[in-house]
Every structure is written in C-alpha cells, then in structure tokens.
C-alpha cells in the first residue's frame, strides 16, 4: 500500500466551476498535511498546509482534513485557467524527517 | 529574498560516470531535503540535513550520498550513473525546526543519463 494515494485524473472542470481532488494516507498518526502545486516544468509550490481536522480555507482554496478516515481533500472554487496544474498531496508522517508525497492529480482548467 | 537555488540547471551524462548538484537554501533555512521526480515514480524522498546532519535517508542505494556545510548549503553526489538515474533532481529548504514543514523548492536540475 503507498503511504499516501490521490485521484490520478486528470481533471477536466470549466471556468468557474470547482475542482476537488482527494488524497489517503496509510500511517494514522501522520499530523501535518499540503498541498503543492505544480505548473509543467515548474517546481512544486507550496499552496496549503493543514494540521487539525477540519476546513481551512485560504482564497479560493479549502483544504479538509478529517483523520479518523485518513482523508485529506483540496477544493478549488472559482476554478480560472491558471489553475491548470498537477496538485501534489504531502504527508509528514510521525516521527519522521520526510514528506511523502502523492503521484498528483493533474487539473485541467477549460475556459 | 533569494528563492532556493540549484546548480546546474541541465547536466547529460553516460552511463557509469558520477555527478555532484548543488543546492543553496533560503537564507535562514537550515534544513535541506532533496527528493527525485520522475514521470513513473512521482516525487521520492532521498536524504534530508540539518545543521551537516543527515537526519533521513529515504530507499535509494548508497550510490546516492549527500552532504550539508556549515553555511547550510547542500551537495549531492551520484556515482556509477545508470540509465534509470534520469530524473529531475529538487533540493527544498525549510524553516522549521522539525523538517520538511513548508518545503520551498528550487528549479532543479534535470539530469540525462545516456
């Protein structure tokens, strides 16, 4: 089993519509979750970071995360064009000086 | 403030050589991790420093080795190159004093080996 496992897509969403990708993860005591982004033939950046069960939101984006079930989703509101990317899920698992990181979900923003 | 920055950002080599990457992290950061991409594989985990201590080391053979120095800079090292080698290279530093939080990364360097 990957440690951590997301939607391969890609997605395909219209302007304005949202997005939502999803992500599991296998160790349950894992703690700190993100979110990246990556545009083709860019690095990964960092879009955002969850601790607590719960939503976050920051803009247009709304990180959940729920433990019991080993969940962690990324909602894209609003989706615009350049929200095309592949979005890349990263857990930190316990006691650990690494992030595992999902294969991505590719997003495909059409206008 | 400088991003974190990788050289070179292009290297071709053939097969049985060996390589050395380069990182400089955001000033401050003290934590340095460096991870694989590949189309297949996605991102994989190689090694992570703190303060020229490897604290991690992810699954890759001892042909991977790395170092960090004092003014937090990190290189690292593939010996006998082989095919499967290719890749794109990331470094990312942190912040935090518990690693890996809120990586930043840098451009990379995409490696071919011939």
């Known amino acids: 089993q990957k440690e951590v496992e997301q939607n391969s897509g890609p997605l395909s969403v219209p302007e304005g519509a949202i997005a939502s990708l999803n992500c599991t993860y296998s160790?349950?005591?894992?703690?700190?979750f993100f979110w990246y982004r990556q545009y083709s033939g860019k690095s990964p950046e960092l879009i955002m970071s969850i601790y607590s069960n719960g939503d976050k939101e920051d803009g247009r984006f709304t990180a959940q995360l729920n433990k019991a079930s080993q969940y962690v989703s990324l909602l894209i509101r609003d989706s615009q064009p350049s929200d095309s990317a592949t979005y890349l899920c990263a857990v930190r698992p316990p006691d650990d000086y690494k992030l595992s990181f999902g294969a991505g979900t590719t997003v495909t923003v059409r206008a | 403030k400088a991003g974190v920055t990788q050289t070179p950002r292009y290297l071709i080599k053939t097969r049985g050589q060996q390589v050395t990457l380069s990182c400089s992290p955001i000033s401050g950061h003290r934590s340095v991790s460096w991870y694989q991409q590949t189309p297949g594989q996605g991102l994989q985990f190689l090694f992570e420093?703190?303060?020229?201590?490897?604290?991690n080391k992810g699954n890759f053979p001892g042909r991977f080795s790395g170092r960090q120095f004092s003014n937090s800079r990190s290189e690292m090292n593939v010996s006998t190159l082989e095919l499967g080698d290719s890749a794109l290279y990331l470094c990312?530093?942190?912040?935090?004093?518990?690693?890996?939080?809120?990586?930043?990364f840098g451009s990379g360097t995409q490696l071919s080996v011939l």
């Open positions: 420093y703190f303060s020229e201590t490897q604290r």
């Open positions: 160790d349950r005591g894992s703690q700190s």
């Open positions: 990312a530093s942190s912040l935090s004093i518990v690693a890996n939080e809120k990586l930043f």
